[in-house]
Nanobody, 112 residues
Framework: EVQLVESGGDLVQPGGSLRLSCAAS????????MNWVRQAPGKGLEWVSSINNLGVRIRYADSVKGRFTISRDNAKNMLYLQMNSLKPEDTAVYYC?????RGQGTQVTVSS
């Protein structure tokens, strides 16, 4: 059974930083591209970033480019998202996802 469990979400002030983590199990993590997607209140899912299986092909949405960094540790079956210079518009539930689905999400709230 594929399991994706996100953690690390919190309430943070504008300009602050957070590091999200995603623990993966039930599939060959090192073989698949992984993504972070988010859903802001009242809006649809938005793709944020992706990283291929070896971690050498990385892409970001324009809205987060230069502020967010995606990474993975295939030895630990972990996916990460380092988020810096956070803005109120980054407020959302963040999910890690692959072609099999996504986790339950972790809430990130950026507010003063």
């Amino acid at each position: 059974e594929v399991q994706l469990v996100e953690s690390g979400g919190d309430l943070v002030q504008p300009g602050g930083s957070l590091r999200l983590s995603c623990a993966a199990s039930g599939f060959t993590f090192s073989s698949v591209t992984m993504n972070w997607v988010r859903q802001a209140p009242g809006k649809g899912l938005e793709w944020v970033s992706s990283i291929n299986n070896l971690g050498v092909r990385i892409r970001y949405a324009d809205s987060v480019k230069g502020r967010f960094t995606i990474s993975r540790d295939n030895a630990k079956n972990m996916l990460y998202l380092q988020m810096n210079s956070l803005k109120p518009e980054d407020t959302a539930v963040y999910y890690c996802a692959n072609t099999d689905g996504r986790g339950q999400g972790t809430q990130v709230t950026v507010s003063s």
